[in-house]
């Protein structure tokens, strides 16, 4: 049986939004939640807000979520104000739901979530200008910096061990032992590539627990179209995508960047031999981020931005893998090897960081 149509007036209808509902669009973004523009007139002003139905498979507790959500970006508003800069335009405004709360749950159990729209922005799924990917590293060293005194005994763990690479190493042994999806005959070079690299998995979570890289409240998700750009002045106004703020490590939100923006080609570009690192992205990105986030950071998580671009990259090659194993039950696909295409050009590119790890080595050191 298809599944019925979501009702999107009667949900929008929750939130007491401004005007009249005149319409609503898809947004194809993202491999988790799903997303729609409202339109709405306001006596002949036009306005518009974001929709998000909450994949409550993956964050199981819509209210903790919310509350680490809306409990963020009020801080990260107080900032904007206190520095004079526009607080509509530089992070989320959730919008509360007339029953109380930042979310509504369907009679069918779906949670929903509004925000306003912020205008005259774009956002990026591939990267041509080194420019905007300096502009992206600013943005997320800005983001740590004004978390840096964000109470993080406040936040919960929307997703346990979501950056454990030892823990999603373990999830990939269950998945090869498993076979749930009966495709480990296809994946066998992937699977050895993944299993070769098993020591590199223990690097940063052995610094964890020796008190060597301090827990921060990082995004954990920086993937480039996680920021919205200013459509004049190309800089990163605003990060979105909270749903994994948590304690963290700020390699984490580098490697993420790196492994998704400074990559020649598309997170799910079927011919691999276009995957390669741009070691000029690359010098762009750290150039922004440790501008502005430098002086906040240890020697010791200057040393390991290098290595954590290559380690975040295979973490989500292996998390993708298992999940073509366990037959794509996490992240969306449109095709059935939608996860190991996205698994083949993670590994790709890990391959070519360990040939330029040394440049990047370099280049690194040049910005500290
Ligand atoms: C997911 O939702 P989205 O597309 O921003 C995933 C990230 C992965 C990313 C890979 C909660 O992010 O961890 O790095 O896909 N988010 C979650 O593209 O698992
Ligand atoms: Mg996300």
């Not at 299993?195 to 890289?213: C, F, Q, W, Y």
């Not at 690359?282 to 440790?290: C, I, M, P």
Request: glycine letters at 6%.
């Amino acid at each position: 049986m298809a599944n019925k149509p979501f009702d999107i007036v009667g949900i929008s209808d929750q939130f007491g939004l401004k005007g009249d509902f005149t319409g609503y669009e898809k947004i194809n973004n993202g491999h988790i939640n799903s997303t729609f523009t409202l339109f709405f007139d306001d006596n002949g002003k036009s306005r518009k807000y974001v929709l998000q139905r909450i994949n409550t498979g993956i964050f199981t507790d819509p209210e903790k979520l919310m509350s680490n959500i809306v409990g963020v970006t009020e801080h990260i508003r107080g900032k904007m104000r206190e520095s004079g800069k526009d607080t509509k335009r530089t992070t989320l405004r959730f919008r509360p739901c007339k029953e109380g709360g930042y979310y509504f749950k369907d009679e069918s159990g779906n949670c929903w979530r509004v925000y306003d729209y912020i205008d005259d922005v774009y956002t990026c799924n591939i990267i041509d200008s080194a420019e905007v990917f300096c502009n992206a590293g600013i943005a997320f060293g800005d983001f740590q910096n004004n978390l840096a005194d964000y109470d993080s005994t406040q936040l919960h763990e929307t997703i346990e061990n979501f950056h454990n690479t030892v823990s999603r190493f373990a999830d990939l042994n269950k998945a090869i032992l498993e076979n749930r999806s009966g495709r480990l005959n296809n994946v066998r070079e992937e699977v050895d590539f993944a299993l070769e690299r098993e020591p590199d998995t223990h690097v940063l979570v052995d610094l964890i627990e020796k008190g060597e890289l301090p827990l921060r409240v990082t995004h954990n998700d920086t993937k480039l179209n996680n920021i919205l750009f200013d459509n004049t002045s190309n800089k990163g106004i605003c990060i979105i995508d909270l749903d994994t703020v948590m304690p963290g490590l700020s390699l984490y939100d580098f490697g993420d960047s790196i492994r998704f923006g400074a990559n020649t080609a598309a997170e799910d570009e079927q011919d691999v031999s276009k995957v390669s690192l741009s070691l000029e992205l690359y010098e762009a990105y750290v150039k922004g981020y440790l501008s502005s986030a430098k002086d906040a950071l240890t020697d010791c998580e200057k040393e390991y931005l290098p290595f954590s671009a290559k380690l975040m990259t295979y973490e989500c090659g292996i998390r993708f893998l298992t999940d073509y194993l366990n037959g794509d039950t996490y992240f969306k696909t449109e095709y059935p090897e939608h996860n190991l295409v996205r698994c083949r050009t993670q590994f790709a590119l890990v391959a070519d960081m360990e040939k330029k790890m040394d440049k990047m080595v370099e280049i690194t050191k040049k910005y500290c």
